[in-house]
């Protein structure tokens, strides 16, 4: 028991921070939302409602 | 207790649940190939100007059935197998919460059923967009967003299986670079779907009076974050399927695991923002929003998907080329099985998806360029070749893969199927080509009738566009005869293929559960951390690994500048100024 938790921590010393982001599904899944929520939909939407209505 | 049984063939594991999930979806999906195959004949028919088939009413509606039972069920019920598939097969893993699994698969059931029925009871001819202000019977809506969330369910089950998979340890290191892919489909997917949810429930309730006005152009807007991300699920997906098959059939490994994922990555970031591109020429939205989302951001999605266009081709060379096919710089590809069904589907997938889809979807991204095409038949001629040629055809690939593995049934018609890939990428490509060169001369796409007959303000194509549509339309039967050979033979291969093992029943064909006797409790052994790559182990050598491919990238590029130029000198001439 004690020897497998060991080769575990090993195996996560050499991880790198980029890797452990890639490994993590919820985070690029926090950017993959977050990114187009931001850039295009709140943008657009801002742009869209800012628009003056036209006068009947 | 979960249940596994291995494929003696390929070494797959398949936990009993999920291979039962995998089994429904995809056969649903294949039912709604048919028939939006079916209306696709019924549609090209119409719009080849000498056969001019169906009277104006019914065209539309078909046209909205096509649009919706292919791209919307089709490709979606497809995907959901693809990520059980992902998520379970290739991590070993047990799925997570089948039941749950189920309910999705119902729903996606049920709101499709509700959506078709309501345009063939004839008043929801909106077309896929369902743009307001035309309405469409309040089910039409309603059923889409319960298939939505069935997708969504579907995708939470996947999710699920990740944390599954890890806490359990079913591998070693970081997940395959398939699995990766189908994640980063995945997460697209709840984008897209949450971006559906945004629109279609609003609108639903406006189409049964209790909200009343929504703005077109805001319509617009959160629609194609919609429409346009759910065609970089298909992306992601079917570029994971290329990477799978290049993987099975020549044991191709990835020429870097990093660039590969980088380039995952990038469609992570940027993917969905070039859903911009398809409201290029509406007005309202600034300079500044459009070329923000469609410059930056699309052109390092483009980069990401040429670095898996040229990494797919690359690491099947480096394969073959182990194998000793080291001959000129081609002998690779020359020598590649092209009668096997399922290498011959995946490789048009993805040279018909660089060379017809993505080379005419930079251009027409372009905010100038999209002037001159937006709403011709030149769109239906882009995305025909990226969602036929490239997802379509890689979905087929994989199926052809999947009939004796997952199915246990031996395919048949062999020599049927050799040929099935060809014909329909010749019959698609035509259509591609066709509907695009149509495209350039203003032929608009959704629309019953190019000669404008009594209509007062009519507009005369020159005689060209009617040729150019005639033989789109040839082109389009071919693809139906196609696609109709694959459904004979996949269906075909279920019901009367011989049975691999002796529990692959009739049943089992369509999702009821092997017998008992085909599973053993074991837990699979753990996926071991995948073999160094391909390059990055010999990395001293100065040349590309992969010649053969190099070049055909350059092709590729070279292609495109052409294009490009083309396109600009259309637009140039325009206004005449020169
Ligand atoms: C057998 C092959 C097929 C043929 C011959 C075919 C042909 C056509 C034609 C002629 C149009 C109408 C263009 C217009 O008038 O605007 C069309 C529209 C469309 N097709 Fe296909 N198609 C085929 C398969 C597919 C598949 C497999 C998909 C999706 C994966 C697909 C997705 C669409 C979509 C989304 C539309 C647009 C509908 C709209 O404008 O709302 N097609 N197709
Ligand atoms: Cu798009």
């Given amino acids: 028991m004690a020897d497998e938790n060991n080769t575990d921590e090993r195996e996560e010393e050499k991880i790198s921070p980029w890797q452990q982001m890639i490994d993590n599904p919820f985070l690029l899944l926090f950017i993959g939302v977050a990114m187009p929520t931001v850039f295009y939909t709140l943008w657009g939407v801002m742009e869209i409602a800012s628009l003056p209505v036209a006068p009947y | 207790m979960a249940q596994f049984r291995?494929?003696?063939?390929?070494?797959?594991?398949?936990?009993?649940e999920a291979e039962n999930l995998m089994k429904a979806n995809a056969v649903a999906g294949v039912v709604c190939?048919?028939?939006?195959?079916?209306?696709?004949?019924?549609?090209?028919?119409?719009?080849?100007?000498a056969v001019h088939l169906l009277p104006a009413d019914t065209f539309y509606m078909v046209l909205t059935a096509h649009g919706v039972c292919a791209l919307i069920f089709w490709v979606i019920f497809f995907e959901i197998a693809i990520l059980y598939f992902a998520g379970s097969t290739l991590l070993r893993s047990r799925l997570a919460t089948p039941r749950w699994a189920w309910a999705g698969f119902v729903l996606m059931i049920v709101g499709a059923v509700m959506t078709m029925a309501a345009i063939f009871a004839g008043k929801s001819s909106v077309m896929m967009t369902s743009y307001v202000p035309m309405r469409a019977e309040p089910h039409f809506y309603l059923g889409l967003v319960i298939f939505a969330v069935g997708a969504l369910i579907g995708?939470?089950?996947?999710?699920?299986?990740?944390?599954?998979?890890?806490?359990?340890?079913?591998?070693?290191?970081?997940?395959?670079?398939?699995?990766?892919?189908?994640?980063?489909?995945?997460?697209?997917a709840i984008f897209t779907i949450a971006s559906g949810a945004e629109i279609l429930i609003p609108t639903y309730l406006w189409s049964i009076g209790y909200i009343s006005h929504i703005d077109p152009a805001m319509y617009r807007l959160i629609w194609w974050a919609l429409?346009?991300?759910?065609?970089?699920?298909?992306?992601s997906a079917h570029v994971a399927v290329w990477y799978l098959i290049a993987?099975?059939?020549?044991?191709?490994?990835?020429?870097?695991?990093?660039?590969?994922r980088a380039a995952y990555l990038l469609y992570i970031f940027f993917l969905?923002?070039?859903?911009?591109?398809?409201?290029?020429?509406?007005?309202?939205?600034?300079?500044?929003?459009?070329?923000?989302?469609?410059?930056?951001?699309?052109?390092?999605a483009v980069l990401a998907s040429m670095i898996h266009g040229l990494t797919v081709p690359g690491a099947i060379e480096v394969a073959q080329r182990k194998k000793g096919l080291t001959n000129g710089a081609f002998e690779w590809l020359r020598k590649a099985p092209w009668d096997n069904p399922v290498f011959s589907s995946m490789f048009i997938s993805l040279v018909g998806f660089g060379f017809l889809g993505g080379i005419s979807g930079v251009v027409m991204g372009t905010e100038q360029i999209s002037i001159i095409i937006h709403n011709t038949i030149y769109v239906p001629g882009h995305f025909h070749a990226t969602v036929v040629i490239g997802t379509t055809m890689a979905w087929m690939g994989l199926t052809y893969l999947l009939i004796p593995v997952l199915f246990r049934r031996k395919m048949i018609m062999p020599q049927a199927a050799k040929l099935q890939p060809y014909v329909f990428a010749l019959g698609m490509s035509l259509v591609a080509i066709f509907h695009m060169a149509a495209g350039t001369l203003g032929v608009a796409r959704r629309h019953w009738d190019m000669g404008f007959a009594g209509n007062p303000l009519g507009f005369e194509y020159p005689a060209t566009a009617?040729?150019?549509?005639?033989?789109?339309?040839?082109g389009g039967v071919i693809a139906v005869v196609g696609g109709a050979m694959f459904i004979v033979i996949a269906v075909g291969s279920l019901v009367f293929g011989e049975k691999l093992q002796k529990e692959a029943g009739l049943l089992q064909s369509f999702g009821f559960p092997l017998a008992d006797s085909a599973y053993t409790d074991e837990k699979p052994a753990r996926l071991p951390m995948a073999p160094s790559e391909a390059v990055e182990a010999h990395h001293d050598e100065s040349s590309f690994e992969a010649p053969g491919t190099f070049i055909l990238a350059m092709v590729l590029l070279v292609s495109f500048v052409i294009y490009y130029f083309i396109n600009w000198k259309y637009l140039s001439e325009v206004w005449g100024l020169s």
């Avoid at chain 2, 291995?6 to 009993?16: E, Y």
């Avoid at chain 2, 048919?34 to 119409?46: K, Q």
């Avoid at chain 2, 429409?227 to 992306?235: E, R, T």
């Avoid at chain 2, 969905?272 to 699309?298: C, I, R």
């Fill in chain 2, 6 to 16: 291995q494929c003696p063939d390929t070494g797959l594991f398949f936990h009993k």
């Fill in chain 2, 33 to 49: 190939l048919l028939i939006a195959g079916i209306l696709a004949l019924l549609v090209v028919l119409t719009r080849w100007p």
């Fill in chain 2, 155 to 188: 995708c939470f089950v996947y999710l699920g299986t990740l944390v599954v998979a890890k806490n359990e340890k079913t591998y070693e290191g970081s997940v395959p670079l398939v699995t990766f892919g189908a994640t980063v489909a995945c997460i697209i």
């Fill in chain 2, 227 to 235: 429409g346009h991300s759910s065609q970089q699920i298909n992306v």
């Fill in chain 2, 247 to 260: 993987g099975v059939i020549f044991g191709a490994r990835p020429m870097s695991e990093k660039v590969s």
């Fill in chain 2, 272 to 300: 969905q923002l070039a859903s911009a591109h398809h409201l290029l020429t509406d007005p309202g939205l600034s300079v500044e929003w459009k070329l923000f989302n469609t410059s930056y951001a699309m052109y390092l």
């Fill in chain 2, 466 to 474: 009617y040729l150019l549509m005639g033989i789109a339309g040839v």
